[in-house]
């Protein structure tokens, strides 16, 4: 299956034992997961300096890992489609499919 375009040329980083992709431009970190099918999703996206996500857009829920800034966790969830989700004291967000 074909790199969605707002993931091409994207870092990666290994978070507790799972290789991600670290969105770096505007566009992988407005949209994360979203418009994509749960198949063709990444195994994980690492958004830094974030506090707050959307599923604005998602056709399945997502596990989100908020993170400090140690990379340690905060708080994990699991949000459906088409919410917000937010932990003030976040460096930065991980998104994983579902099950991951």
């Given at each position: 299956m074909e790199t969605p375009s707002r993931f091409r040329g994207l870092g990666t980083t290994e978070i507790h034992g799972?290789?991600?992709l670290v969105a770096t431009t505007f566009c992988s970190r407005l949209l994360g997961l979203a418009l994509l099918s749960a198949e063709s999703a990444p195994a994980g996206l690492l958004i830094p300096g974030c506090n707050s996500i959307h599923t604005f857009g998602m056709g399945f829920p997502i596990d989100i890992v908020f993170l400090d800034e140690r990379r340690r966790e905060?708080?994990?969830a699991r949000v459906p489609p088409?919410?917000?989700?937010?932990e003030r004291r976040a460096a930065a967000v991980l998104?994983?499919?579902?099950?991951?």
């Amino acid at each position: 299956m074909e790199t969605p375009s707002r993931f091409r040329g994207l870092g990666t980083t290994e978070i507790h034992g799972i290789r991600v992709l670290v969105a770096t431009t505007f566009c992988s970190r407005l949209l994360g997961l979203a418009l994509l099918s749960a198949e063709s999703a990444p195994a994980g996206l690492l958004i830094p300096g974030c506090n707050s996500i959307h599923t604005f857009g998602m056709g399945f829920p997502i596990d989100i890992v908020f993170l400090d800034e140690r990379r340690r966790e905060l708080r994990r969830a699991r949000v459906p489609p088409r919410r917000v989700a937010r932990e003030r004291r976040a460096a930065a967000v991980l998104e994983l499919p579902t099950g991951s």
